[in-house]
């Protein structure tokens, strides 16, 4: 099992930034590949971004790229998200997932197996 807690969400204006946590524990979480996802009311959840635990790789969603950063502490305990020049259509809540085994160009949110509680992303114009 894996244990994952989100946090850092909250309510922003256009242009601002905003960083995101996901505390780790469990049964050999270093082994696997983590990921945020996002879902906006009445939308599918979506793919954001991707790291490695074990070598770092990371993958981004076209509509983040060079605005979101992933990238996880020294301790390997804690993934973050840094969201720049957040924009309105960044509102959602946003999940921490992990799975074990997978490309980080996986981005279907079903084949990943934990999830977080999620933490909400208020983005005002």
């Known amino acids: 099992q894996v244990q994952l807690v989100e946090s850092g969400g909250g309510l922003v204006q256009a242009g601002g930034s905003l960083r995101l946590s996901c505390a780790a524990s469990?049964?050999?979480?270093?082994?696997?590949?983590m990921g945020w996802f996002r879902q906006a009311p009445g939308k599918e959840r979506q793919f954001v971004a991707t790291?490695?635990?074990?070598?770092?790789?990371?993958y981004y969603a076209e509509s983040v790229k060079g605005r979101f950063t992933i990238s996880t502490d020294n301790a390997k305990t804690t993934v973050y998200l840094q969201m720049n020049s957040l924009k309105p259509e960044d509102t959602a809540v946003y999940y921490c997932?992990?799975?074990?085994?997978?490309?980080?160009?996986?981005?279907?949110?079903?084949?990943?197996?934990?999830w977080g509680q999620g933490t909400q992303v208020t983005v005002s114009s």
């Open positions: 997932a992990a799975a074990w085994g997978l490309s980080v160009t996986v981005v279907t949110a079903q084949r990943y197996a934990y």
């Open positions: 469990g049964r050999a979480f270093r082994t696997y590949t």
């Open positions: 790291i490695s635990w074990s070598d770092g790789s990371t």
